[in-house]
């Protein structure tokens, strides 16, 4: 055998454990689910193939249109959060006295457990004695007293935030490292020019920052359609009544509750869908803004 055979046969050895666990762990997964969601199958019993049919149901039922409504909602929330990033991630890389502990502090939620944190907003959600309302009382604002958990036209909102709270330190991050990396040549030059902050931040900032702003965006969307924990926990599986049922703790509930398996993972493959679609469409406009880049070059 040859050198560079033999080369070749350890390089191949190597990848052979980890393309394995691979094929076993996510692309035979992938494979059952896309079957199963053409099935009617409670688990136990053999499976019946029922073609189309669980997509149908899917397309047509109304809990599943009341659950995507809750997830824009977490996804507009969200990004209402990643602006709040951008603002203290602006803040932050300026010259503010004792910047690096404010980071610390904003970032510390992210490293938090996600059931910790829901089940601490639980308490200060609780609606006689939770600190929220308690606070209110105090300042003498019982008017905007909610029941946080309970309430249809609050309850998404509600955990939504909680959600936010523990993200905001990370887009924050990530975006603090993009603007680092601005040369500080271009502040200066428009600074020569007569630009003031606005401008500068307009013209110089945003442009810079737009990829990351964009991944950003991906990151809340994948995140809110994926969301579980905080409805799963807080609010007794998507209560009240299917107020704050996610298109995930639906599939879940369909799943384990009613052994509706075939439906659930219908289910998952159209978020898988609808996860690529969005990741498409971002692929997309980020080529076509680095064309245009070359185009004007």
């Known amino acids: ?18 393309l394995a666990l691979y094929a076993m762990f996510v692309l035979y997964p992938t494979f059952k689910l896309f079957q199963l969601s053409f099935t009617d199958w409670n688990g136990l019993d053999g499976a019946k193939w029922i073609g189309l049919d669980n997509y149908r149901e899917v397309v047509q039922s109304r809990e599943v249109w009341v659950s995507l409504r809750n997830n824009l909602i977490y996804f507009l929330t969200g990004l209402v959060g990643v602006a709040f990033s951008l603002f203290l991630a602006v803040l ?56 946080w958990l309970s309430d249809a036209s609050v309850v998404n909102v509600s955990l939504a935030l909680i ?14 490292a993009t603007l680092q990396s601005i040369p500080e040549d271009l502040y200066e030059a ?22 990351i702003v964009k991944l950003s965006v991906f990151l809340v969307f994948t995140g809110s359609v994926q969301t579980f924990e905080q409805p799963f926990l807080l609010t007794g599986q998507g209560g009240p009544g299917y107020a704050s049922m996610t298109f995930a703790l639906y599939s879940v509930h ?12 219908a289910m ?10 969005v990741q498409l469409t971002q692929h997309i406009l980020v080529r076509e803004k680095g064309d245009n880049h070359e185009d004007f070059k």
Not at 7 to 16: A, D, Q, T
Not at 163 to 176: C, D, R
């Open 163 to 176: 959600v936010v709270w523990k993200t905001v330190g990370f887009y924050m991050v990530i975006l603090i």
């Open 190 to 211: 428009a600074v020569i020019d007569g630009a003031g902050k606005w401008q500068s931040f307009r013209f110089i900032t945003l442009p810079c920052i737009s990829d």
């Open 254 to 265: 369909e799943a384990f509750q009613f052994s509706r398996y075939g439906l659930a993972s």
């Open 1 to 18: 055998m040859s050198l560079q055979m033999k080369k070749r046969v350890f390089v191949s050895s190597f990848l052979l454990v980890p």
């Open 92 to 147: 932050l890389t300026g010259k503010l006295r004792f910047a690096k502990g404010f980071r610390s502090i904003v970032f510390a939620p992210f490293i938090l457990n996600a059931t910790a944190v829901s089940f601490m907003f639980g308490f200060l959600y609780e609606t006689e004695s939770g600190a929220i309302n308690v606070a209110l009382r105090a300042l003498g604002l019982g008017f905007l007293e909610q029941r």
């Open 268 to 277: 998952a493959v159209v978020l898988i869908a609808i996860v690529l679609v």
